[in-house]
């Protein structure tokens, strides 16, 4: 079996080429292609903001320092060692995409705290609330 043979191969035509694609998202796009671009530096700030852009599109699947290093193609403790240079370590980051997403969903008042814990990742409710007092000092 050829992959490369003519039988396997289709034509467009140059017309339907230029015409928009009706499923196109220019926000998705440009998301996209910020993501691209911070990963493509080596710059030890926009690897914190990359790792938690990881962290927030994983919820409510926690993602570990394993995989996060993983996704990024580095070994673990490469990973490790790249964040420390940039001041931060793995947890903080959680830590502080899990507040920012717990405060934003408070602040909204959409959902009940079981829900926000399951869409945060948490157990159950009263873990979320143990978060919330050391995060923000009191109950939200």
């Given at each position: 079996?050829?992959?490369n043979a003519r039988a396997f191969a289709f034509e467009v035509p140059r017309q339907f080429c230029a015409l928009p694609s009706p499923f196109a998202d220019p926000g998705l796009?440009?998301?996209a292609l910020e993501a691209l671009q911070m990963t493509g530096s080596g710059n030890n700030a926009s690897l914190s903001t990359t790792v938690e852009s990881?962290?927030?599109m994983h919820l409510p699947k926690r993602l570990s320092e394993e995989n996060a290093a993983r996704?990024?193609?580095l070994a673990r403790r490469t990973f490790v060692r790249r964040l420390a240079d940039s001041g931060v370590g793995f947890r903080g980051l959680l830590d502080r995409v899990l507040r920012e997403r717990a405060s934003?969903?408070?602040a909204a008042g959409r959902m009940s705290r079981e829900?926000?814990?399951a869409a945060l990742g948490y157990a159950d409710a009263t873990s979320?609330?143990?978060a919330c007092r050391r995060w923000f000092g009191s109950k939200r």
């Open positions: 079996m050829k992959f796009h440009a998301k990881l962290i927030a996704l990024l193609g934003a969903m408070s829900e926000m814990a979320l609330s143990r």
